[in-house]
């Protein structure tokens, strides 16, 4: 089965730098890269994904870039802000759809 | 966006009796519902995978006969944790996602399960 590894497990920032979490898979036959937020006790949100077909997505101050030959891909926050304190989460899916979620970064963004 | 309930929100129940959760997408058909299970400070863990009129496909190590999954109609699935005790007690969030397995998976708002 697919075999997720996420890090850094935490992660401290100040107000405004620039956040990056790395997520690497085994699976190659996965073809779809979500990344999610949760805060405590809520849903997973998704916030940005990428599709095999492409190496970088942005969103404004969320971007993610895939490397399917190095099997990785990662999370870039810019300009980060307190409210983008939560646990971040990779889930790619496996060749079955299957989202297999990382284990977590917890990200701590300090004023 | 599509937007996926759950009911209840809280349950707190006695050992040994069973708690139904309900998964509802409500603004379009789920062929597919997923159950996870996430224990405190833990990541999303995979129970099982419903696809509408079949029997649902259980993760290695969860027990299909304490974890009911009936998957009865494209907008409709539920999750039934038999004879709970309390290392049941977790947060259980369902997705339902719609036609192919790389599209999108929407999230429940998770039912919090605390057995006494």
């Known amino acids: 089965g697919e075999n997720v590894e996420q890090h850094p497990s935490t992660l401290s920032v100040q107000e405004g730098d620039s956040a990056v979490i790395k997520c690497t898979y085994s699976?190659?036959?996965?073809?779809?890269f979500p990344w999610y937020k949760q805060e405590l006790g809520k849903r997973p949100q998704l916030i940005i994904d990428?599709?095999?077909?492409?190496g970088e997505k942005k969103d404004q101050r969320i971007a993610v870039t895939l490397n399917k030959t190095a099997k990785h891909f990662s999370l870039h926050i810019t300009e980060t802000q307190p409210e983008d304190s939560a646990v971040y989460f990779c889930?790619?899916?496996?060749?079955?759809?299957?989202?297999?979620f990382g284990a977590g970064t917890q990200v701590v963004v300090t004023p | 966006g599509a937007v996926v309930s759950q009911h209840p929100s809280r349950v707190i129940c006695k050992s040994g009796t069973s708690v139904k959760i309900e998964c509802r997408s409500l603004?379009?058909?789920?062929?597919?519902m997923f159950w996870y299970r996430q224990f405190p400070k833990q990541s999303l863990m995979l129970m099982a995978t419903?696809?509408?009129?079949?029997?649902?496909?259980?993760e290695q190590g969860v027990e299909k006969d304490k974890f009911l999954i009936n998957h009865a109609s494209l907008t409709l699935s539920t999750l039934t944790v038999t004879s709970a005790h309390p290392e049941d007690s977790s947060f259980y969030i369902c997705?339902?996602?719609?036609?192919?397995?790389?599209?999108?998976?929407?999230f429940g708002p998770g039912t919090r399960l605390t057995v006494l």
């Open positions: 997705s339902a996602r719609a036609g192919t397995v790389d599209n999108e998976q929407f």
């Open positions: 699976d190659s036959a996965s073809n779809y």
């Open positions: 990428i599709r095999s077909n492409v």
């Open positions: 889930a790619p899916t496996d060749s079955w759809g299957k989202l297999q």
């Open positions: 603004d379009f058909q789920a062929t597919t």
């Open positions: 419903s696809n509408e009129g079949s029997k649902a496909t259980y």
